[in-house]
């Protein structure tokens, strides 16, 4: 049997997803979370898993380096990269929103200033709407851009909301769910057809999803 590789980034969603695998009798048992280590090897030995930032997943699977990734919608929206999108894995569920003080009307301002890591998705969702911005690219602690004055609202990401709560900030309108997705390259999907098939499907049926 073709052995496969797959990309993922540690964290919450990669144990999720290696917890999904170990469903579908694809078992790491050498896996460990706090390690250091960045491959590893099923232990049938046909089944390879990187470890890479997140981002950096797609661009794995785009040319090659993986066959398979795991990665969130929201990355895919901001990079859209040439691979298949096969399988919404249902696991590390949040939303894509904006976000500010309560009671800013963001469409009655002559320009918004918006704070975000993701400047493309941004910038498109207020298009959309006929909104005149100027997007600010941060790689973190975006709720510090309203309450320093830097920006009128932010983009991002928003699981439980408390982050949020906690800087005074409140939700003001969602733009998408976002899950983790399986995505595979498509050179390898048309060299290893019957071996990535038979992949997913066991993934579905990890999921609980009929084939």
Same mark, same amino acid.
């Given at each position: 049997?073709?052995?496969?590789? $797959? =990309? ?12 999904? #695998?170990?469903?579908?009798? *694809? #078992? +790491? !048992?050498? +896996? ?7 491959? +590893? ?8 898993? &990187? ?17 398979? @990734? ?20 249902? *696991? ?7 976000? @500010?003080?309560?009671?800013?009307? $963001? ?16 910038? !498109? +969702?207020?298009?959309?709407? @006929?909104?005149?911005?100027? &997007? $600010?690219?941060?790689?973190? !602690? ?11 609202? *932010?983009?991002? $990401? ?19 769910? /976002?899950?983790?997705?399986? /995505? ?5 999907? =048309? &060299?290893?057809?019957?071996? *990535? ?10 999921? @609980?999803?009929?084939?």
């Amino acid at each position: 049997m073709e052995r496969i590789t $797959i =990309a993922m980034a540690k964290g919450r969603t990669a144990n999720d997803a290696i917890t999904l #695998l170990e469903n579908a009798d *694809i #078992l +790491f !048992s050498d +896996f460990n979370e706090k390690g250091r280590k960045l491959i +590893f090897v099923d232990d049938e030995r046909q089944v390879n898993l &990187i470890f890479v930032k997140a981002v950096d997943v797609p661009t794995y699977v785009e040319n090659g380096a993986a066959d398979i @990734g795991v990665v969130g919608k929201d990355v895919m929206l901001e990079s859209p990269k040439d691979v298949y999108e096969l399988v919404d894995l249902g *696991i590390g569920k949040c939303k894509m929103s904006v976000a @500010g003080f309560s009671g800013t009307e $963001i469409s009655r301002l002559p320009q918004l200033t918006v704070a975000s890591k993701y400047p493309n998705v941004t910038q !498109s +969702f207020f298009d959309e709407k @006929g909104i005149r911005t100027k &997007i $600010i690219k941060l790689n973190g !602690s975006i709720e510090l851009a309203p309450l320093i004055g830097m920006a009128d609202v *932010i983009v991002d $990401i928003v699981e439980t909301g408390t982050t949020l709560k906690e800087n005074g900030l409140v939700i003001l309108e969602d733009i998408t769910d /976002i899950s983790a997705r399986l /995505i595979v390259n498509k050179a390898s999907y =048309a &060299i290893k057809t019957e071996r *990535i098939q038979q992949f997913v499907e066991n993934v579905k049926r990890g999921l @609980g999803v009929c084939t």
